[in-house]
């Protein structure tokens, strides 16, 4: 046996071990005593995935040792063919989604896509420029409160709020940021907590303003005008009430968000960023304005979580401060993390991972955080830079050493 | 005659609340290369931090090109010409080579003149050119200490502050790279300020030198007349 797979086996029994400490305690101790079956079988199934997924990872090694490149060769020709193809058939794959999807797949594709929305936002604060941040999902909020609010007291369309609702968050994350991005590493991360919280607080006894924990009803759905085919190809108003409406609704502004981000990131600021990540002095040393560039960073990222913010609005018909709480900005930072910070297919790609999957897994439903915390943990053992690692992250010095 | 490219005036600077550098005066003329020695923890790289301005003034000043610059951010100046290789290189790890090179220019927005410089910075460290898109931490020791450098050339500097360049280096690179700084300082007129605890070398390369003492200048003098004082023999030739 090989040391690395000795190492790997060590992880695994470790992992195992560790995973049935954590789950048996909650499924195992009942008042009428103790049970095994439940823990053995979650930690079986856990284990099964991981060395199913090794197993496989191990099976491409192997062919790729004896020449047999298939997902090479699928990658060289997928590279090979020019961008704008396969990109064009992906935005068809996206397109025709839902009119081969049921009513159920196209809200898990909704929801997905709002999160990829609020998880490329995000990553644009915690991946490029490094700022750990806890309270991402206030901006969320501000978002969906600005829409709400300018539907209800001014009928204002969803078009025209919605630069507003952007504006509105990146406003807000100036007035975060400023007090706060002096700060570094893990104090940044608790104020920010803070601040995430202290939103949720204040829309929940901002009784005229926010309507309290009841929140707000009669929101307005975005609407377009579309020609009508029966009505002499006049163009008529129609709202953005179904699933399919909403869909494209919201894969536009994902798709905007993908490419802003994909620009942001190769842009001179893009670089600055992630100079600032890797070593916040030696950047100012080169003339990186960091604290200006840090708040810029914040309030980008805030603008697509506003964003998102009046999607979700426009799309409920209703706010409420209950959607807008720390889980959910735990939630959106873990898919930056389990993506791979910096990586944008990796973000969507974690995205689809923690939403998606746990509806395919409906059945761990009281479980779903504790199997979502043991999932992270496994990951972080065996891809600890993320599913997809954006490209630029290598090694760093020391661990090449290692 | 001009005023100096640099001068503290009684400067006492520090990281908390007691300062770790106190009443420090020295000048550095254009052109010249100046060196400060002295023990670890003797307050060197506190005083580079303090003229980059990543540190303010508890007292005292710091005048670059007759100008204080209380005033003025970290951030603005190596467009004004004053450029540091910070202690330990701390190239970005993650960026490649050519892409810390060109962090070294991020102020300037001439690029055809940044793609000259960059090759001119090929042409004084060879090894980066070959590894222009590998990743800076991968780069050996000898190797990042380079990028340091000419990442820090980028932005043409008029004065280059280095932070003990010869740190955990084998002595052949530690040569390369000391005439490397001769040869910036002679063909490009660029005045160096250099911080190194080995004296030897250091008081080889530079005119004139100032010994540094817990947080206070202690001695200044010629490069030579210090390289024969008996005291600094015994302090720091290790005689
Ligand atoms: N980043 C920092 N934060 C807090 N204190 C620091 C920091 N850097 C240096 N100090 C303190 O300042 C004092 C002077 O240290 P400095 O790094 O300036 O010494 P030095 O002469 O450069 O030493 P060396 O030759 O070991 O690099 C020391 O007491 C050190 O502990
Ligand atoms: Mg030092």
Redesign the interface.
């Known amino acids: 046996m090989t040391p690395a797979s000795k190492a790997m086996l060590t992880k695994i029994v470790v992992g195992a071990v560790w995973l049935f400490a954590v789950v048996w305690p909650m499924t195992g101790i009942t008042p009428q005593g103790f049970e095994f079956g439940k823990a053995i079988s979650i930690v079986g199934f856990a284990m099964a995935a991981v060395l199913a997924g090794l197993g496989l990872w191990k099976l491409r090694q192997k062919l790729d040792a004896a020449g047999f490149k298939p997902f090479t060769a699928l990658a060289n020709r997928c590279c090979g063919m020019p961008p704008w193809l396969w990109r064009g058939l992906l935005l068809a794959a996206l397109l025709a989604f839902p009119f081969v999807s049921s009513r159920y797949g196209q809200d898990v594709a909704i929801n997905v896509l709002v999160y990829v929305t609020l998880g490329l936002g995000l990553n644009i604060v915690v991946g490029l420029a490094g700022l750990l941040d806890l309270g991402y999902i206030a901006f969320y909020g501000v978002g969906a409160y600005t829409y709400a609010l300018l539907s209800i007291h001014y009928q204002l369309s969803f078009w025209l709020a919605l630069p507003l609702c952007a504006v509105m968050a990146a406003a807000a994350g100036v007035v975060i940021g400023y007090p706060t991005l002096r700060m570094r590493g893990d104090y940044l991360a608790i104020v920010t907590l803070g601040f995430g919280e202290i939103l949720r607080i204040i829309l929940n006894n901002w009784m005229q303003l926010t309507g309290g924990p009841n929140g707000l009803l009669g929101i307005k759905p975005a609407a377009v005008y579309l020609p009508d085919p029966e009505n002499g190809w006049e163009f008529v108003r129609v709202l953005l009430k179904s699933p399919e409406a909403q869909y494209f609704l919201v894969l536009a502004i994902a798709l905007f968000t993908v490419v802003s981000v994909r620009r942001l990131a190769d842009s001179?600021i893009g670089?600055?960023w992630?100079?600032i990540r890797?070593?916040e002095?030696?950047?100012?040393?080169?003339?990186?304005?960091?604290f200006a560039l840090k708040l810029l960073a914040y309030s980008l990222g805030a603008v697509f979580g506003g964003l998102a913010g009046a999607f979700f609005s426009a799309k409920m018909r209703f706010v409420s401060p209950g959607s807008f709480t720390f889980i959910e900005s735990a939630m959106v930072l873990a898919m930056v993390v389990l993506g791979g910070m910096g990586s944008v297919p990796g973000i969507v790609l974690g995205a689809l991972a923690l939403i998606a999957l746990p509806e395919v897994f409906r059945d761990f439903e009281n479980y779903r955080m504790l199997v979502f915390g043991a999932a992270m943990a496994l990951m972080m053992l065996f891809r600890p830079a993320g599913l997809i690692p954006a490209k630029?992250?290598?090694?760093?010095?020391e661990e090449?050493h290692s | 005659m001009s005023a100096p490219i640099l001068e503290l005036r009684n400067l006492s600077a520090g990281w908390g609340s007691a300062p770790a550098i106190r009443e420090v005066s020295l000048t550095v003329e254009r052109g010249e290369i100046v060196t400060i020695i002295g023990a670890n923890g003797a307050g060197k790289s506190t005083t580079l931090m303090a003229i980059?301005s990543?540190l303010r003034p508890m007292s005292g000043q710091v005048l670059y090109e007759g100008a204080d610059t209380a005033s003025v951010?970290?951030?603005?100046?190596?467009?004004m010409g004053l450029?540091?290789v910070?202690e330990g290189r701390?190239?970005?790890?993650?960026?490649?080579v050519a892409?810390n090179l060109?962090?070294?220019a991020?102020?300037r927005k001439d690029g055809d003149a940044v793609r000259h410089d960059m090759e001119h910075v090929f042409e004084l460290f060879p090894r980066l050119r070959e590894r222009r898109d590998?990743?800076g931490?991968?780069?050996s020791g000898g190797e990042?200490q380079m990028l340091a450098i000419g990442?820090a050339l980028m932005?043409r500097p008029k004065l280059l502050l280095l932070d003990e360049p010869s740190l955990g280096l084998a002595p052949l690179i530690v040569e390369h790279i000391f005439a490397i700084i001769r040869r910036i300082n002679e063909e490009s007129d660029m005045t160096v300020l250099l911080v190194e605890q080995n004296a030897n070398l250091a008081l080889g390369l530079a005119h004139r030198g100032y010994v540094m003492e817990t947080g206070r200048i202690s001695m200044t003098d010629t490069a030579e007349n210090l390289l024969q004082n008996p005291d600094i023999r015994r302090a720091y030739l290790g005689e």
């Open positions: 001179r670089r600055a992630e100079a890797e070593d002095t030696a950047a100012a040393i080169m003339g990186v304005n960091t630029r992250v290598g090694r760093r010095s090449a | 980059s990543i951010a970290a951030e603005k100046l190596p467009a450029c540091q910070p701390r190239i970005f790890p993650r960026l490649t892409e060109d962090m070294g991020y102020f590998q990743k931490g991968t780069l990042q990442r932005g």
